[in-house]
């Protein structure tokens, strides 16, 4: 069974690999598609460090707020990674909400999504976080799916400022 893990060196090759997997597809989330391989295998504990900048007790700068990155794993194999918002701001509650994921794209549609949303959760009310918010580009049928599964409510469907798409708003009660 996968789990979720802070990011770590072990997972390196594995990373890379899903990196490169997700750029020759063209399809990720914007940082991985920009992510520059090369550089990552030049300092890979750099990326760590800089991937974790948010985590508390960072005190991050205006606009931002404290957050985790966590990866998908099962035994030494990277299988995707989620981001966990500890609390929102007026963006983020327009627009991203707590919590983000992706998955490799080899390894889709074997319902590692789902559990990646069902662990993040988990340690979202770790947190002390009751409600979280999860949004999802209107035309992303698999995250709706994923976010539905998880017993996510649908807030409604709006335009954002400086975003093309109409989006969902989804809260997820935790209790
Ligand atoms: C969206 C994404 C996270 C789904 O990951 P996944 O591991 O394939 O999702 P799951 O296997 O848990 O699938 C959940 C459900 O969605 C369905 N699904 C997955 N991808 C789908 C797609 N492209 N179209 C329609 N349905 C899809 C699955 O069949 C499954 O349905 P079921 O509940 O009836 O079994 C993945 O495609 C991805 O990383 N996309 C790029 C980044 C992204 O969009 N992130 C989400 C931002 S909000």
């Known amino acids: 069974?996968?789990?979720?893990?802070?990011?770590?060196?072990?997972?390196?090759?594995?990373?890379?690999?899903?990196?490169?997997?997700?750029?020759?597809?063209?399809?990720?989330?914007?940082?991985?598609?920009?992510?520059?391989?090369?550089?990552?295998?030049?300092?890979?504990?750099?990326?760590?460090?800089?991937?974790?900048?948010?985590?508390?007790?960072?005190?991050?700068?205006?606009?931002f707020v404290n957050s985790e990155p966590l990866w998908l794993v099962t035994g030494d194999t990277y299988l995707g990674r989620v981001s966990i918002r500890h609390t929102l701001n007026a963006r983020l509650r327009e627009f991203g909400g707590h919590i983000g994921y992706e998955i490799?794209?080899?390894?889709?549609?074997?319902?590692?999504?789902t559990l990646a949303l069902r662990l993040a959760l988990e340690r979202a009310r770790t947190l002390g976080l009751t409600q979280v918010l999860v949004t999802c580009d209107v035309d992303n049928l698999g995250s709706r799916r994923v976010i539905e599964a998880n017993g996510g409510e649908m807030e409604g469907e709006f335009h954002v400022a400086d975003y093309e798409k109409a989006i969902r708003r989804y809260w997820i009660e935790l209790n």
């Not at 090369?38 to 960072?58: K, Y």
């Not at 490799?104 to 999504?113: D, E, F, I, K, L």
């Open 1 to 63: 069974m996968p789990i979720l893990v802070p990011p770590a060196e072990q997972y390196r090759d594995s990373f890379l690999e899903a990196v490169r997997e997700a750029q020759r597809t063209g399809s990720g989330l914007g940082d991985t598609l920009s992510a520059d391989p090369a550089e990552l295998e030049r300092d890979f504990p750099a990326f760590l460090a800089n991937l974790r900048r948010f985590e508390p007790p960072a005190v991050p700068p205006e606009g």
């Open 104 to 113: 490799r794209p080899s390894v889709r549609r074997q319902g590692h999504a």
